[in-house]
Structure formats: structure tokens, C-alpha cells
């Protein structure tokens, strides 16, 4: 499934200074939230690390994971940000397209 390929690819992909959960998920979009990782916070006395930058590297990496599997890329909006001045990040993906092709060919 398309949560599992995720929840795999994201400590690689991503970065492992946050933590990914799921918050929404349906069968064409979901909510992924990024919350930056206590010890990160703690050792280096910061609640924010890195910068806007790195969201959008996140949204491209959300982007393509679909094509890991061989279907069209997702759409993602980063809804919250902690760089915003919200208290962690989330991501709307919306994989609809990918969805549709994967119960066309299966």
C-alpha cells in the first residue's frame, strides 16, 4: 500500500531528525505530519530546525513516492508549518490519481 511504501521510504528519505505519522488517511489522499524528534529538540535547544527549504525538499520526496511504485506522482500542500510558526508540519496528499491507476491495473 501506498502508507507502507511511505512509512518505509521516509527515515531514508526524509531526514531522521523528525518523526512521520499519519494522520487522515482515506483511499485518495491523507494528512502526513512531520514533528521534529525530542532528542533533536533537546540537544539542540530548538523547537524549529532547518528552514522553509527543507519543507519543500519533503514535498518533492511526498511528490514522487507514488512513482515507486510506477504510478503518477502525488499532489501535496504543506498545510502547517513549524517554519510558519505552527507547532509541527503537515502535508495534504492527495493520490487520487495514483489510486485510480493502481485498481485499473490490478
Same mark, same amino acid.
Given at each position: ?8 521510504? *521516509? ?14 488517511? *482515506? ?23 532547518? *528552514? ?27 498545510? *502547517? ?26
Amino acid at each position: 500500500t501506498l502508507e507502507k511504501l511511505a512509512l518505509e521510504i *521516509s527515515p531514508r528519505h526524509f531526514d531522521r531528525h523528525h518523526s512521520y505519522r499519519f494522520e487522515k488517511i *482515506s483511499k485518495e489522499s491523507c494528512i502526513l505530519v512531520a514533528d521534529l524528534n525530542e532528542e533533536v529538540q533537546e540537544g539542540l535547544k530548538e523547537t524549529r530546525y532547518g *528552514s522553509h527549504r527543507a519543507c519543500e525538499y519533503r514535498e518533492g520526496v511526498i511528490t514522487s513516492l507514488p512513482a515507486f511504485s510506477g504510478y503518477s506522482p502525488a499532489q501535496v500542500e504543506e498545510v *502547517s508549518c513549524i517554519h510558519r510558526g505552527d507547532s509541527r508540519c503537515r502535508y495534504f496528499i492527495d493520490y487520487s490519481k495514483a489510486a485510480a491507476e493502481a485498481a485499473t491495473y490490478h
